[in-house]
């Protein structure tokens, strides 16, 4: 049974850093895209970042680009955010999601494209 850990959201201030992670279980994460998505209260789900397993491409909403990093330990099967220089405005539930396609510069972020999520975490970004 495929499933994904959760973890490392919180309570952080303007400017402070978090990492979330996202440990899979039952599947090899590394034969998957990985995704991170976001939604905050009265929003839809929008796509922060995406990695290809095939040739390590990375994508990045132009909101998160340059404070948000994507990555991934094969040898833990885990997916990490790193979220830098965080803004009130990053505040919403994050979740991991894999899919079995490609991830295109023009469809990585369609949610409809990610077969299996995780069961999210909330970052909070206040002062």
């Known amino acids: 049974q495929l499933q994904f850990v959760e973890s490392g959201g919180g309570l952080v201030q303007p400017g402070g850093s978090l990492r979330l992670s996202c440990a899979a279980t039952?599947?090899?994460?590394?034969?998957?895209?990985i995704a991170w998505f976001r939604q905050a209260p009265g929003k839809e789900r929008e796509g922060v970042s995406c990695?290809?397993?095939?040739?390590?491409?990375?994508y990045y909403a132009d909101s998160v680009q340059g404070r948000f990093t994507i990555s991934r330990d094969n040898a833990k099967n885990t997916a990490y955010l790193q979220m830098n220089n965080l803004k009130p405005e990053d505040t919403a539930e994050y979740y991991c999601a894999v899919a079995n396609l490609y991830p295109y510069k023009s469809t990585w972020y369609y949610a409809r494209n990610y077969k299996y999520w995780g069961q999210g975490t909330q970052v909070t970004v206040s002062s």
């Open positions: 039952g599947f090899t994460l590394n034969y998957y895209t």
């Open positions: 990695m290809s397993t095939s040739d390590g491409a990375t």
